[in-house]
């Protein structure tokens, strides 16, 4: 390999690492602070990408359409955890598997009803459709370059929100122990469905970025939930920080997987994760 | 319910399963022997979830791992011996088990789910990406493995109704297998570890060799179901290890109780019940699906809730759970 394709593979592998790390943050979040296992949190990314595809091809624009999304999948996030998730706290996981397992049949199969099961594509915006030659053969396309960008911002927010705000303070106190939290007269039902809607949005955005890069179609959720679920045993269930080390692992180890060995690129992310396993059972960074 | 009661219960259901080919029917008689099938798949399941406490949800690799090895243990034209290939492709299975328990018997709880998930994935990837077994298009078993010993033909499992009798008996003998096993020390210890494995430990048991054990078991169980599989639809695809199938085998036990192997039989039968139901109202089935299992969740709490009662009940009546 010469050296541009080795930074368009590295910038490939960093993108691809950013944007897992916008849906496995919500997850991780979930698990943490909720102790939830929640298998429908691939159906969210689906969900997002639809989403851009349904209100870019109305109102013709991605901006528009993720302006409008936002706020759109927060609320549906919050609504998903007043109507469903509050009930699943004190349930085992068995019973929290089944749930989310159902709410993936149903996801999918509304997909199926309301847009059909049609690959779809979505147009790059015209301001970033443009591509920066590396070579004379080999350019690199802005947009990708433009994810990874809002992806930092976000992870940056992700930080400041966590470590600098009241808000966040109270999460990390959820994190740490639930029934000391209450005692302490903070509404811990709030925090959760603030956490469990801004794990949901942070999902759904990542699919609304992805959707002119990977295309939209069936099952999109699924790849991106294990991978996710792999995320976050190598990260440490509950560590967002853990979360962005292992996501960018992941995105290193599959990028380069796919080029190096392409017959076995499928296998790459989990013999990681394998590897972590024997060697740190509960993840890089533990909880907390 | 006393024991003699629960007996004659499970013969009456035996026979009654065993009156299905004499329906003439071959539409029901292939949809009876997929559901034995999967019942053989689910009680090789209740065996970790519902008597050792470990809810896989990767179970569907080691079904689709015997299915593969059937297929391509089998020379391409002519039939393989069934001797050789049934031990085979169930060894292979167990072996696959014994590897990956290795590694998420490591963890515990949420970890465990989504490691077995993801260890199913990468077992899925295998055959999905490699050219080993035909990629995703699958493979084809063209010839149906042949019972012959040394020129004798005992059963012929081209012949449909010797097949179902073939797959019944296999759910018996696979039944058997399980009670006699949990009857065993070994069994008592795999319940022992689900109700309290820390006392189970400083008991003096190694808890993880139990447990592999127990993990290793159960794939190579789920294993004689994928290779039933393989040899009642003749091919073989990677959906077969897709991780809807772990998650349709885990609702079939718990539909059934877990911890009860009657149960798990019970469970794969409501399941396709469910499933042909459904999908003769709508093609949109799943979402039907989706919605009971969502509302059995939220409002039947004490119909899940009541399984540990049941399992407790079933061990102390010697086998009665009804």
Same mark, same amino acid.
């Given at each position: &390999?010469?050296?541009?394709?080795?930074?368009?593979?590295?910038?490939?592998?960093?993108?691809?690492?950013?944007?897992?790390?916008?849906?496995?943050?919500?997850?991780?979040?979930?698990?943490?602070?909720?102790? @939830?296992?929640?298998?429908?949190?691939?159906?969210?990314?689906?969900?997002?990408?639809?989403?851009?595809?349904?209100?870019?091809?109305?109102?013709?624009?991605?901006?528009?359409?993720?302006?409008?999304? @936002?706020?759109?999948?927060?609320?549906?996030?919050?609504?998903?955890?007043?109507?469903?998730?509050?009930?699943?706290?004190?349930?085992?996981?068995?019973?929290?598997?089944?749930?989310?397992?159902?709410?993936?049949?149903?996801?999918?199969?509304?997909?199926?009803?309301?847009?059909?099961?049609?690959?779809?594509?979505?147009?790059?915006? #015209?301001?970033?459709?443009?591509?920066?030659?590396?070579?004379?053969?080999?350019?690199?396309?802005?947009?990708?370059?433009?994810?990874?960008?809002?992806?930092?911002?976000?992870?940056?927010?992700?930080?400041?929100?966590?470590?600098?705000?009241?808000?966040? &303070? &109270?999460?990390?106190?959820?994190?740490?122990?639930?029934?000391?939290?209450?005692?302490?007269?903070?509404?811990?039902?709030?925090?959760?469905?603030?956490?469990?809607?801004?794990?949901?949005?942070?999902?759904?955005?990542?699919?609304?970025?992805?959707?002119?890069?990977?295309?939209?179609?069936?099952?999109?959720?699924?790849?991106?939930?294990?991978?996710?679920?792999? @995320?976050?045993? @190598?990260?440490?269930?509950?560590?967002?920080?853990?979360?962005?080390?292992? #996501?960018?692992?992941?995105?290193?180890?599959?990028?380069?997987?796919?080029?190096?060995?392409?017959?076995?690129?499928?296998?790459?992310?989990?013999?990681?994760?394998?590897?972590?396993?024997?060697?740190?059972?509960?993840?890089? $960074?533990?909880?907390? | 319910?006393?024991?003699?009661?629960?007996?004659?219960?499970?013969?009456?259901?035996?026979?009654?399963?065993?009156?299905?080919?004499?329906?003439?029917?071959?539409?029901?008689?292939?949809?009876?022997?997929?559901?034995?099938?999967?019942?053989?798949?689910?009680?090789?399941?209740?065996?970790?979830?519902?008597?050792?406490? $470990?809810?896989?949800?990767?179970?569907?690799?080691?079904?689709?791992?015997?299915?593969?090895?059937?297929?391509?243990?089998?020379?391409?034209?002519?039939?393989?011996?069934?001797?050789?290939?049934?031990?085979?492709?169930?060894? $292979?299975?167990?072996?696959?088990?014994?590897?990956?328990?290795?590694?998420?018997?490591?963890?515990?709880?949420?970890?465990?789910?989504?490691?077995?998930?993801?260890?199913?994935?990468?077992?899925?990837?295998?055959?999905?990406?490699?050219?080993?077994?035909?990629?995703?298009?699958?493979?084809?078993?063209?010839?149906?493995?042949?019972?012959?010993?040394?020129?004798?033909?005992?059963?012929?499992?081209?012949?449909?109704?010797?097949?179902?009798?073939?797959?019944?008996?296999?759910?018996?003998?696979?039944?058997?297998?399980?009670?006699?096993?949990?009857?065993?020390?070994?069994?008592?210890? $795999?319940?022992?570890?689900?109700?309290?494995?820390?006392?189970?430990?400083?008991?003096?048991?190694?808890?993880?060799?139990?447990?592999?054990?127990?993990?290793?078991?159960?794939?190579?169980?789920?294993?004689?179901?994928?290779?039933?599989?393989?040899?009642?639809?003749?091919?073989?695809?990677?959906?077969?290890?897709?991780?809807?199938?772990?998650?349709?085998?885990?609702?079939?036990?718990?539909?059934?109780?877990?911890?009860?192997?009657?149960?798990?039989?019970?469970?794969?039968?409501?399941?396709?019940?469910?499933?042909?139901?459904?999908?003769?109202?709508?093609?949109?089935?799943?979402?039907?699906?989706?919605?009971?299992?969502?509302?059995?969740?939220?409002?039947?709490?004490?119909?899940?809730?009541?399984?540990?009662?049941?399992?407790?009940?079933?061990?102390?009546?010697?086998?009665?759970?009804?």
């Amino acid at each position: &390999m010469d050296f541009a394709s080795i930074l368009i593979q590295t910038l490939n592998s960093l993108q691809y690492g950013l944007l897992l790390f916008l849906v496995a943050s919500g997850l991780t979040l979930v698990f943490g602070i909720m102790g @939830i296992i929640n298998l429908a949190h691939g159906s969210f990314y689906m969900i997002g990408a639809y989403l851009a595809f349904v209100l870019t091809s109305v109102t013709g624009s991605l901006f528009t359409a993720i302006l409008l999304g @936002i706020p759109l999948t927060f609320a549906i996030g919050a609504l998903l955890e007043w109507a469903l998730f509050s009930h699943l706290y004190k349930r085992d996981h068995l019973e929290q598997v089944l749930l989310t397992y159902g709410l993936i049949l149903i996801f999918e199969e509304l997909r199926s009803l309301l847009v059909g099961d049609e690959v779809h594509g979505v147009d790059i915006p #015209a301001l970033f459709s443009a591509s920066i030659p590396l070579s004379d053969v080999l350019s690199y396309p802005v947009y990708r370059l433009v994810i990874s960008a809002v992806c930092i911002v976000l992870a940056l927010g992700l930080y400041f929100l966590i470590q600098r705000t009241r808000l966040g &303070m &109270m999460i990390r106190a959820g994190n740490h122990d639930r029934s000391m939290v209450e005692a302490l007269g903070i509404n811990i039902n709030m925090i959760y469905r603030v956490v469990f809607a801004l794990g949901f949005a942070l999902a759904a955005l990542a699919g609304m970025l992805a959707a002119p890069i990977s295309s939209v179609f069936p099952n999109m959720g699924s790849h991106v939930l294990i991978i996710s679920f792999v @995320i976050v045993v @190598i990260g440490g269930i509950g560590s967002v920080w853990g979360a962005l080390i292992a #996501a960018l692992v992941i995105g290193f180890a599959d990028t380069f997987g796919k080029v190096l060995l392409p017959d076995f690129s499928g296998m790459v992310v989990y013999l990681v994760m394998a590897a972590v396993l024997l060697w740190r059972p509960e993840g890089i $960074l533990k909880k907390g | 319910m006393n024991s003699t009661a629960s007996t004659t219960l499970k013969l009456l259901g035996l026979l009654l399963l065993a009156c299905v080919p004499l329906s003439g029917e071959s539409f029901y008689v292939e949809l009876a022997a997929k559901t034995l099938v999967l019942a053989i798949f689910a009680m090789s399941l209740d065996l970790l979830v519902g008597f050792t406490g $470990l809810v896989s949800f990767g179970h569907a690799a080691y079904f689709g791992v015997a299915a593969y090895a059937v297929a391509l243990l089998s020379p391409k034209y002519e039939a393989a011996s069934l001797w050789y290939v049934l031990p085979a492709s169930v060894g $292979l299975s167990a072996l696959a088990a014994l590897l990956v328990g290795f590694f998420v018997l490591r963890t515990k709880g949420i970890y465990f789910i989504m490691v077995t998930l993801a260890f199913a994935q990468l077992a899925f990837f295998v055959f999905h990406d490699t050219p080993l077994g035909g990629g995703s298009d699958g493979i084809y078993l063209n010839v149906k493995p042949t019972a012959e010993i040394a020129g004798w033909l005992p059963f012929d499992l081209d012949n449909p109704s010797h097949l179902y009798y073939f797959i019944l008996a296999a759910l018996v003998g696979v039944y058997a297998f399980l009670a006699r096993i949990l009857q065993s020390p070994f069994g008592r210890v $795999l319940v022992g570890i689900k109700s309290n494995e820390h006392r189970m430990q400083s008991m003096g048991y190694l808890t993880f060799r139990y447990k592999l054990a127990a993990f290793a078991l159960a794939g190579g169980l789920g294993g004689v179901a994928g290779f039933l599989y393989a040899v009642v639809f003749g091919f073989v695809t990677p959906e077969l290890l897709s991780w809807h199938q772990s998650g349709n085998v885990l609702l079939m036990v718990i539909l059934g109780g877990m911890g009860s192997l009657p149960g798990a039989i019970a469970g794969a039968f409501v399941f396709t019940g469910m499933q042909e139901l459904f999908a003769s109202w709508t093609k949109h089935w799943q979402l039907v699906m989706g919605g009971v299992i969502v509302a059995a969740v939220l409002f039947l709490p004490g119909g899940l809730a009541a399984v540990p009662d049941r399992i407790k009940r079933s061990l102390q009546g010697g086998g009665s759970n009804e």
